[in-house]
């Protein structure tokens, strides 16, 4: 053996032996000869078990990337997809995918389209709820909407919940109680004024038979067609006179346990011109 070969020999037998105590068992003098990349990254980290192709440094570079089509997958179909992955890198910048939300937070950032952002996010089964879609009342809005996975406002691009079908976000952001209104249940309400207190019930549904919710001027509380009082400020409220006022507007009286002491005809002398009578016990 020529001096020259022997040198080669011990070369590659020592790259061997440090390889071995660092663990990683790679003849460098022959990974440094190879050209093709893919026969590198075989000597250098080994073969997938499940495609047999070449791993990377990331693992699997066929199994663990996460294709531009995944994006039309939802979020489970994307997990139940990559579930036994330890790397996803992203197709288009290698990045690594967010294992947890499943789409590239590098190429989400760049991308400036915002349906296409939202692509990424949810999947292709979503749906963009329009500020023109406040026009519509909840039945309507369940119609449009309940065939998709995901329901992004327009304005902020928070998911809408499919249980309220408004954007909470923007709704909690405005200050106007006409447009929380809108917001809430489309354009078919009315604001229940404290002066219509001084309407006693059939007044009231008159006045508000038509529309399909009330809010109280006062709380903003939905208010029951039922009663036409708000049930939330008649609670809290702790003077009986003003509650009785609440329940049947301005025509009715306090029956006091003083009253007791009068028969039936007087009873109903002083009472008849009542509508409603309340207990003062």
Do not use: W
């Not at 190429?107 to 519509?136: A, P, R």
């Not at 009986?240 to 003083?258: A, N, R, V, W, Y």
């Amino acid at each position: 053996m020529s001096l020259e070969e022997n040198i080669e020999e011990n070369i590659q037998l020592i790259d061997i032996i440090e390889s071995r105590f660092g663990f990683s068992f790679v003849c460098y003098n022959c990974y440094n000869k190879e050209t093709d990349c893919n026969e590198r990254n075989r000597i250098n980290h080994g073969i997938c078990k499940s495609c047999f192709k070449s791993n990377t440094s990331y693992g699997c570079s066929i199994c663990n990337i996460f294709k531009t089509s995944d994006y039309d997958l939802n979020l489970e179909a994307r997990k139940a997809t990559y579930r036994n992955s330890n790397y996803v890198l992203c197709e288009n910048c290698y990045e690594e995918v967010d294992y947890y939300r499943f789409y590239c937070t590098y190429c989400y950032d760049k991308e400036t389209d915002i349906n296409k952002k939202f692509h990424m996010k949810f999947g292709s089964h979503f749906g963009i709820f329009n500020t023109s879609d406040y026009n519509l009342n909840l039945k309507e809005r369940i119609v449009k909407y309940k065939d998709f996975n995901y329901i992004l406002c327009e304005e902020c691009n928070n998911e809408i919940f499919k249980e309220d079908f408004y954007c909470a976000y923007c709704y909690n952001e405005e200050t106007d109680i006409i447009k929380k209104g809108h917001m809430k249940f489309g354009l078919n309400f009315e604001i229940f004024n404290t002066f219509d207190y001084n309407l006693n019930l059939e007044e009231r549904r008159t006045k508000y038979m038509n529309f399909d919710d009330i809010l109280c001027e006062k709380c903003n509380n939905k208010m029951d067609k039922r009663n036409f009082y708000c049930a939330p400020c008649y609670n809290i409220e702790t003077d009986i006179t003003k509650k009785g006022h609440m329940k049947f507007g301005p025509k009715f009286g306090i029956f006091k346990t003083s009253d007791y002491n009068l028969d039936l005809e007087e009873r109903r002398k002083k009472y008849m011109n009542y509508d409603n009578i309340l207990c003062e016990e």
